[in-house]
């Protein structure tokens, strides 16, 4: 089945830090550019960054640049974000997604919330 799975969301403080996953299966994972996209409450979708098949290239939104790192396993078929120095503002549902061809494929999301 080809899918992706978000996990590692959660409540946190500002300042505060969570690594997110996202699980593929279905495809050959270690070949396409990754991304993740996140939808604050009440907004548009934003992209925040993306890795390339070899980790060799990676890019930030300027929000999260600095602060955001974008990584992948491709032995495990995962991709990563680690957040640090978080913010209110980070609120959102975070999504991984990848083209597939003419699909774009989408995980469930997770729910991150900054917040004192």
């Known amino acids: 089945q080809v899918q992706l799975v978000e996990s590692g969301g959660g409540l946190v403080q500002p300042g505060g830090s969570l690594r997110l996953s996202c699980a593929a299966s279905g495809f050959t994972f270690s070949t396409y550019w990754m991304n993740w996209v996140r939808q604050a409450p009440g907004k548009g979708l934003e992209w925040v960054s993306d890795?390339?098949?070899?980790?060799?290239?990676?890019d930030y939104a300027d929000s999260v640049k600095g602060r955001f790192t974008i990584s992948r396993d491709n032995a495990k078929n995962t991709l990563y974000l680690q957040m640090n120095s978080l913010k209110p503002e980070d609120t959102a549902v975070y999504y991984c997604n990848v083209v597939l061809g003419i699909r774009l494929l989408w995980g469930q999301g997770t729910q991150v919330t900054v917040s004192s």
């Open positions: 890795i390339n098949s070899g980790s060799t290239t990676t």
